[in-house]
């Protein structure tokens, strides 16, 4: 049942270029042009319609969410507010008229989630559900759905579903672009092609596995560690240290590198592990600066760059680079080094990977 792996975990890892082709297909019309969602199938207006969103979930679907973010504001220039499923429930939020919610949850049972779904409801929202689970709760209450195609995950740890979900919000942000005549409709074409490229290149970053676990085990009895990144790498750094905290039980932090220097860098002493992603090129400077800070206080660093990068070398210890793909779609590439990092870092530890304490796969009760 596990395929030849140790573990569930690495099983799940090494399925997601096929989790992503699968989730990409029947998605894309045969020309490459379109994005095609039957199970929504919404007219010019339903689009146009939408004036703010709200993304809603839980731990890494949150983190999918803030991806999902960027991705929509960038092509349609809708407002977008993610938030923790648990805060958004009793928060009395306010859902104006034209609100198209999005609960994302790879269970599509979490009961913070799906109260939040009730909640929305209630006050008139139009709800979006995507998942991972055919017939879920979450499936059954919300207007429309969206199935992830990942196919069962086991591992506590989530990881063929981020990346899906992920995939699932790029093709609906090109979708409600596309069906508004939104300012990035006419880079949908160019958009699809490079998803469609994605799980070859995932492929190719599951090949950087040996060098995690070297880091890993050379690491692995550090008490804390840091994931600094701006734009989404920060939102891709608060899910590879969400991983590490979750399984290998390392105190990690996710950081916006631009604000260290507002208190954690008091955190930054001599040999103390800091991953730097630096894959937004509109951003690479800054991070490189913040990236110099850390190393300025004797961190011991290991960035996440593309392949070609000649010059993050000279300011990391170590470097792991991923292929190029258009900068916003980074996060289905990126997180894959993330995952295997955690990954080892608990094997290494002699954890157990697929169960880590206290955690349930899905959280339904409160
Ligand atoms: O099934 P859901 O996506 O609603 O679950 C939400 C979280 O409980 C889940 O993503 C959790 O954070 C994972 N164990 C993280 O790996």
Same mark, same amino acid.
């Given at each position: 049942?596990?395929?030849?792996?140790?573990?569930? &975990?690495?099983?799940? +890892?090494?399925? %997601?270029?096929?989790?992503?082709?699968?989730?990409?297909?029947?998605?894309?019309?045969?020309?490459?042009?379109?994005?095609?969602?039957?199970?929504?199938?919404?007219?010019?207006?339903?689009?146009?319609?939408?004036?703010?969103?709200? +993304?809603? =979930?839980?731990?890494?679907?949150?983190?999918?969410?803030?991806?999902?973010?960027?991705?929509?504001?960038?092509?349609?220039?809708?407002?977008?507010?993610?938030?923790?499923?648990?805060?958004?429930?009793?928060?009395?939020?306010?859902?104006?008229?034209?609100?198209?919610?999005?609960?994302?949850?790879?269970?599509?049972?979490?009961? !913070?989630?799906?109260?939040?779904?009730?909640?929305?409801?209630?006050?008139?929202?139009?709800?979006?559900?995507?998942?991972?689970?055919?017939?879920?709760?979450?499936?059954?209450?919300?207007?429309?759905? &969206?199935?992830? &195609?990942?196919?069962?995950?086991?591992?506590?740890?989530?990881?063929?579903?981020?990346?899906?979900?992920?995939?699932?919000?790029?093709?609906? $942000?090109?979708?409600?672009?596309? %069906?508004?005549?939104?300012?990035?409709?006419?880079?949908?074409?160019?958009?699809? %092609?490079?998803?469609?490229?994605?799980?070859?290149?995932?492929?190719?970053?599951?090949?950087?596995?040996?060098?995690?676990?070297?880091?890993?085990?050379?690491?692995? !009895?550090?008490?804390?560690?840091?994931? +600094?990144?701006?734009?989404?790498?920060?939102?891709?750094?608060?899910?590879?240290?969400?991983?590490?905290?979750?399984?290998?039980?390392?105190?990690?932090? $996710?950081?916006? =590198?631009?604000?260290?220097?507002?208190?954690?860098?008091?955190?930054?002493?001599?040999?103390?592990?800091? +991953?730097?992603?630096?894959? %937004?090129?509109?951003?690479?400077?800054?991070?490189?600066?913040?990236?110099?800070?850390?190393?300025?206080?004797?961190?011991?660093?290991?960035?996440?760059?593309?392949?070609?990068?000649?010059?993050?070398?000279?300011? $990391?210890?170590?470097?792991?680079?991923?292929?190029?793909? &258009?900068?916003?779609?980074?996060?289905?590439?990126?997180?894959?080094?993330?995952?295997?990092?955690?990954?080892?870092?608990?094997?290494?530890?002699?954890? !157990?990977?697929?169960?880590?304490?206290?955690? $349930?796969?899905?959280?339904?009760?409160?």
């Amino acid at each position: 049942e596990k395929g030849g792996y140790e573990h569930f &975990m690495l099983k799940e +890892i090494h399925e %997601q270029p096929r989790a992503i082709r699968d989730t990409l297909s029947g998605r894309i019309s045969e020309d490459g042009q379109r994005v095609v969602l039957k199970e929504l199938n919404w007219t010019t207006e339903q689009a146009a319609s939408i004036e703010r969103i709200h +993304i809603v =979930a839980c731990g890494t679907s949150w983190h999918a969410g803030l991806v999902g973010k960027a991705a929509i504001e960038k092509l349609t220039r809708i407002p977008v507010d993610v938030e923790i499923a648990s805060e958004y429930r009793y928060r009395d939020p306010i859902v104006p008229d034209n609100t198209l919610i999005i609960v994302i949850s790879q269970s599509g049972e979490t009961a !913070d989630t799906l109260a939040a779904l009730r909640e929305s409801k209630q006050r008139g929202a139009r709800v979006l559900a995507i998942t991972n689970v055919l017939g879920s709760s979450a499936n059954r209450e919300a207007d429309y759905t &969206m199935i992830t &195609m990942a196919g069962p995950e086991i591992a506590v740890a989530s990881t063929k579903a981020y990346t899906t979900q992920v995939v699932v919000l790029y093709l609906f $942000a090109c979708y409600l672009a596309q %069906q508004r005549g939104s300012i990035g409709a006419s880079q949908v074409p160019e958009i699809l %092609q490079a998803l469609k490229g994605l799980p070859e290149l995932a492929e190719r970053v599951l090949e950087t596995a040996p060098s995690l676990r070297q880091f890993a085990e050379k690491y692995k !009895d550090k008490e804390d560690a840091f994931f +600094i990144g701006r734009g989404v790498d920060y939102a891709v750094a608060l899910e590879g240290s969400l991983k590490l905290k979750e399984i290998s039980y390392i105190h990690a932090e $996710a950081y916006a =590198a631009g604000e260290l220097k507002h208190g954690t860098l008091a955190l930054i002493t001599e040999g103390i592990p800091v +991953i730097a992603l630096v894959t %937004q090129d509109d951003l690479y400077e800054k991070t490189v600066s913040n990236i110099v800070e850390v190393k300025a206080r004797d961190a011991y660093v290991l960035t996440l760059a593309w392949q070609g990068d000649g010059e993050i070398g000279k300011y $990391a210890d170590e470097v792991i680079t991923v292929p190029r793909t &258009m900068p916003f779609l980074a996060p289905v590439l990126s997180v894959i080094p993330l995952q295997l990092l955690a990954y080892y870092a608990s094997v290494a530890r002699g954890n !157990d990977v697929d169960k880590p304490r206290n955690l $349930a796969k899905s959280v339904t009760v409160e």
